[in-house]
């Protein structure tokens, strides 16, 4: 009784989140932004549980987990806020996909919209461009951050998690994994479509101090940050926001080529020395750029400004 009457008598701005709450991406991203806001009310929704507009009534914004769920509803534009995680929600998913032109029609609804939210400077770039505004908040691993006492020595394993989407570029993926079974200078295990419990999957990060990544889209990756949160290196093309927490050839190696995906992997596999020292410099950096707090102050402030300007 006493919630239902704190519930009647508060007078903070409410917030409609709809995602797939199913989907550990995702919900993460929004147990992060959402999870202890102070500043709104927040209802969490999963998207297929809404079958009428009536469920938008009441809340001053509605927030949409990704671009394809407003085009499902296309429902109250001027208190819509869209969250775009990845590139390929606008774009082709092709090399050169920063030279390539959205459909116009998508460009034109991002303007009606409210607000435009983006997980990246990448994106952000790229959409300020059609002179749309956007709003960047980043997002972080879900996994617990390694304390800098707890990083110890581990032998060099390289592992890369993955869904076969073009994006991936899983043909080069699989092209290093038997250029290093064939040369025997590195060892990289990959994971296609995987289906890991929790544990499993923090026992493989904590298991394998090199990632590689070699999308031509990202909006995190993901995975990266799980490695990096866990005293790991990335070895990774300059994609999502991997350029926003990497220092190429200090806490983390941008790769533009095979080639050089090759001689990277080489030298962290051939000198031990090499690895641990990244190894460091990666977990400070994440540290540094991914503070919990500081991330959740931006999503306070990223609102609040939404909301003061309708």
Known sequence: MKTLVARMFDRRPSILVLHDIDGWALDHVFQLWFGDSCNFRVARLNWDKVSTPR???????????????YLRFKSCPRKAVVIIHDPCELFPQVVNWHEVEPKPELIVLLRSLRAV???????????SSYGIKT???????????QEDCELTPLPPVAISIFKNYPRKNAEMLNRLAEKGRASGLWNLSLHENPSFNETAYLDLIDQSPIYVCSSWQEGGPLPAMDVM????????TRVGQMEEIITDGESGFFCSSQEEFEETLARLFGNRNVLEQARGKSLAAYRQRRDKAIIR??????????LRHP
Do not use: C, K, W
Not at 55 to 69: C, E, K, P, T
Not at 135 to 145: G, Q
Not at 297 to 306: D, K, M
């Open 297 to 306: 102050e931006t999503v306070q402030q990223v609102f609040t400004n939404i």
């Open 55 to 69: 469920a938008f009534q009441g809340h001053n914004l509605v927030v949409y987990g990704y671009l394809d769920i």
């Open 117 to 127: 939210v983006v997980i990246s400077i990448e994106l952000q770039t790229r959409l």
């Open 135 to 145: 709003y960047r908040i980043p997002t972080m691993s879900r996994l617990p951050v």
């Open 229 to 236: 949160s866990r005293g790991g290196v990335v070895v990774t």
